[in-house]
């Protein structure tokens, strides 16, 4: 048995969801390759019951005008969602990477409150439902943005235990482009 990492487990484990998370396979084995346990659940079923430490949420974006009905009216997010919450580490954590289809500042700002409500919604239910001291933040990804970039912010966050006051902040994108997501989320509360 390895040593305990600062998760207060053997290894974190961290869980990629969201109705298109099949298409962020680049995504998981970036963080897989810093030892990092990595589990792609699309649906119940493929959690297997196991201890999550951190919880990575994809949305692609909604195009229609009702995008933020959706995000908390979408089953298949949810579903998944409230299946991973008993088996959330007491803490854990959770990120939403939450792409954007325009360049537009006015339209990417409506966005980040929407991830907002969003991460404030996912805390809330883990919070009542499950007991955890669950913190939820978001990065507002335009989706012409560097998944390289991307790939790696998140590597280096999920590859150890990132304690952070911040709770419900919304980093956008080009912010990660000389700065970690951990930085970007301690800034926000200084």
Do not use: C, Q
């Given at each position: 048995?390895g040593?305990?990492s600062s ?8 869980v ?6 099949a298409?962020v ?9 810093t ?12 959690l297997?019951?196991e201890?999550v430490?951190?919880l ?12 933020r009905?959706?995000l908390?009216?979408?089953?298949d997010?949810w579903?998944?969602?409230d299946d991973?919450v ?9 990120l ?6 325009t360049?537009d500042p ?6 980040r409150l ?5 991460a ?9 439902d ?14 012409r943005s560097?998944?390289?970039v ?8 999920f ?17 990660l ?8 989320l ?5």
């Amino acid at each position: 048995m390895g040593s305990p990492s600062s998760y207060g487990t053997d290894r974190p484990h961290v869980v990629i969801t969201g109705k298109d998370a099949a298409h962020v396979a680049g995504l998981a084995r970036a963080i897989e390759s810093t030892g990092t346990r990595t589990t792609v659940a699309e649906k119940r079923s493929d959690l297997h019951g196991e201890s999550v430490t951190a919880l990575l949420v994809v949305l692609e974006p909604v195009e229609d005008d009702n995008w933020r009905d959706w995000l908390h009216n979408e089953t298949d997010i949810w579903d998944v969602f409230d299946d991973v919450v008993p088996h959330l580490s007491n803490p854990s954590t959770g990120l939403i990477v939450g792409y954007t289809a325009t360049d537009d500042p006015e339209t990417r700002s409506d966005y980040r409150l929407a991830w907002e409500d969003l991460a404030s919604a996912f805390e809330s239910a883990a919070i009542s439902d499950g007991g955890v001291d669950f913190t939820m933040n978001a990065i507002e990804v335009p989706v012409r943005s560097d998944r390289e970039v991307l790939e790696a912010r998140l590597a280096e966050f999920f590859s150890k235990r990132r304690s952070t006051y911040a709770n419900h902040v919304v980093v956008p994108f080009e912010n990660l482009h000389n700065s970690s997501i951990i930085a970007e989320l301690t800034n926000s509360v200084i």
